[in-house]
């Protein structure tokens, strides 16, 4: 079969996100026979990057002090000829990084967009869209993992058409499925009262997440008389605001943050109904996840958010910033049971069917395959 395809992985951080999720992910099940993963962590570590490591693969920390440490980012170019790489995937946007990616000399470099798209009402810094415009052409291959993110890349990044490879993001149905919990001990874990409905979110608190506006749907149900506890899962630079906001809207009672948490499927079993409040995604694993637990979810019709749900079917869909809208459907999942366990096996059936995290490592592997044959040819 010949010598191994060797792949460096650059991601930005070692902490819980799509894109570390992904590679996480990835690392654990590709063809290890046919090749072999390096990863590099642009700045700090974390979970992820450490949970990388101890499945067997090295993990390079850069420890970049921040996007301009321009000395510790240079470390990547030796990275790439030290070890050979035939193929730099680049997980991320830092202008920087990417500079270096080229540089490198590596054979073949492709880059993966998690972040936002052109519709998200949280717009990309123009200095990043500026710096992609100018270094899409030295990059042979962009996935998107959604049709969102390829007309993100045609319109805001400017990337020709040819180079773009639609793969969506997918998840390990089968294991997600199969995690169990006693649900009476997690409850009493978390000081859960029995019998309380429970409304979920999983996403970094930011921006683009937009949780203020989860919240003042939940202030409305709250004002309507509707009985939930809102957990909200998962940390980030707004963590504090959104307490003080908890506060304000008098909310502390119905709203308890989790933090980051590594146990996200188990906390899913003892979810009702799955909200998801974000302006936009590349393709959100969170809701795919959610969709493995069987879950119904309310979300808004944003980009990389509607290609996953179908309305009326998996999920509600609500226009985005309607939080009138947002809480009348949560009303109506947690008032029927029945409609919530149906949507639920919708959302199960469409995830297995077409996210499956093995389709999504197929695709990637023939990728990196067509492009170590066109480095031959």
Request: overall charge positive; glycine content about 8%; some cysteine.
């Amino acid at each position: 079969m010949g010598e191994k395809i060797k792949i460096l992985s650059v991601l930005p951080l070692g902490k819980v996100g799509g894109a570390e999720k992904a590679v996480l992910s990835f690392c654990r099940n590709y063809n290890k026979n046919r090749f072999e993963i390096i990863v590099c962590i642009l700045f700090s570590g974390g979970s992820v990057s450490d949970e990388i490591a101890a499945s067997g693969h090295k993990v390079i920390m850069l420890n970049m002090k921040n996007g301009f440490d321009f000395f510790k980012a240079l470390r990547l170019i030796n990275i790439v000829r030290k070890h050979e790489i035939d193929i730099v995937h680049y997980h991320g946007r830092n202008p920087l990084g990417k500079l270096c990616s080229i540089l490198s000399g590596s054979p073949a470099i492709i880059q993966t967009d998690h972040g936002t798209t052109i519709g998200s009402p949280v717009k990309r810094k123009k200095r990043v869209v500026l710096s992609s415009r100018l270094l899409s052409p030295f990059f042979d291959r962009f996935i998107a993992v959604s049709e969102g993110m390829k007309r993100s890349l045609l319109l805001r990044e400017k990337v020709p058409e040819k180079k773009i490879t639609v793969i969506y993001n997918g998840v390990d149905t089968e294991t997600i499925s199969n995690v169990s919990c006693d649900k009476v001990k997690l409850k009493e874990s978390l000081g859960i009262p029995s019998g309380i409905p429970i409304l979920g979110m999983v996403g970094r608190l930011a921006a683009e997440k937009q949780h203020h506006l989860l919240f003042d749907s939940l202030s409305l149900l709250k004002e309507e008389g509707v009985d939930f506890l809102a957990l909200i899962i998962g940390d980030g630079p707004q963590k504090d605001a959104l307490e003080a906001l908890i506060e304000k809207l008098n909310l502390k009672d119905r709203v308890r943050f989790l933090g980051e948490r590594n146990d996200v499927p188990s906390l899913l079993e003892i979810v009702d109904v799955f909200v998801f409040s974000s302006a936009g995604e590349a393709f959100s694993l969170t809701l795919l996840e959610a969709m493995a637990k069987a879950k119904p979810i309310v979300a808004f019709d944003v980009d990389g958010i509607n290609e996953a749900i179908v309305s009326n079917h998996t999920g509600f869909l609500v226009p985005f910033g309607d939080t009138g809208e947002f809480a009348k459907k949560i009303e109506l999942l947690l008032h029927s049971p029945d409609l919530a366990k149906r949507m639920g096996q919708n959302a199960y059936e469409r995830v297995t069917t077409m996210f499956n995290l093995k389709g999504t490592i197929r695709k990637t592997e023939e990728l990196y395959e067509s492009l170590v044959q066109n480095i031959k040819t």
